[in-house]
């Protein structure tokens, strides 16, 4: 069955608005994808989502070592499924597509580790994204044990010495590696990521329109998540339009979203609604 953007993005708003805990993250980065592959039908790409659970449930379990499950992880998805970092295409579109990168086997770090994720917590595994700048990278957790991986690589296991390279290569030779860098984040995060790497070549590529339609499945997903609404609304007037934008704003702050966001959504509120009058 094919979904009409219209229906996918009801979808993933009744995503956005489940606890974290209930989100499953590999079917609604399908969801996600389908939105950029109009009249393509989503069920064989489920199927390889469940025959990846399958087989992940089938290889380990969650009493295993960290080594052990690492191991069956990383034979089933760099191994049996090949999937792989996308290094001499890296800013192809279609590496932040969770349909092409399961056609080609090839993607970006947020989007293989989406797969890794999906692979470990379908057999129950303690595994998350982190934080880690510009390379989105994971950590697998059992029996007081803890490991991070470099999924873009084929699961290789980072050292602290190698996360501390990193972070020099990516942030400059006087960063060091802090806390945050390693913090875990939340599935909804871990999919605002993935589609923060489709929204920033939209704006590279001088597209906004683009981007707004990025943003639009991103606000979906998050609607909490008032820094969204914000540069929605941005784009919207630089576009040229004010209204929808104010609409945009106001639908916000007439929402049950709470937190810090509200004083910068009404300065942005104010300064639109004064360039109408």
Do not use: C
Not at 15 to 34: C, N, P, Q, S
Not at 150 to 168: A, H, N, W, Y
């Amino acid at each position: 069955m094919v979904v009409d953007r219209p229906g996918l993005l009801q979808h993933l708003r009744e995503i956005g608005r489940l606890d974290d805990g209930a989100i499953d993250i590999g079917e609604t980065a399908l969801l996600l994808a389908a939105l950029d592959r109009p009249g393509v039908p989503l069920e064989p790409y489920r199927e390889s989502l469940a025959l990846i659970a399958a087989e992940a449930r089938a290889s380990t379990g969650r009493t295993h070592s960290v080594d052990m499950q690492i191991a069956a992880l990383t034979r089933l998805l760099a191994g049996d499924w090949d999937l792989r970092g996308d290094e001499e295409t890296y800013d192809d579109p279609r590496n932040a597509n969770l349909m092409h990168v399961l056609d080609r086997r090839r993607g970006l770090p947020v989007a293989l580790g989406i797969l890794w994720i999906h692979a470990g917590r379908a057999y129950g595994g303690n595994m998350d994204g982190l934080a880690f700048p510009s390379h989105f990278l994971v950590r697998l957790a059992a029996r007081g044990q803890r490991a991070i991986l470099d999924v873009f690589r084929g699961g290789t296991v980072l050292q602290p010495e190698d996360l501390r390279r990193m972070i020099k290569e990516l942030l400059g030779p006087d960063k060091e590696i802090e806390p945050i860098h390693y913090a875990a984040v939340s599935a909804r995060d871990v999919l605002i990521r993935l589609q923060n790497n489709i929204k920033l070549r939209a704006l590279a590529a001088d597209d906004p329109a683009r981007a707004l339609e990025v943003l639009q499945s991103m606000v979906a997903i998050a609607p909490d998540h008032s820094e969204l609404w914000w540069e929605t609304a941005q784009l919207q007037s630089r576009l040229g339009n004010l209204k929808t934008a104010i609409a945009t704003l106001e639908g916000f702050l007439a929402g049950e979203a709470t937190g810090s966001g509200h004083s910068r959504i009404e300065d942005l509120l104010r300064q639109l609604r004064s360039r109408v009058n």
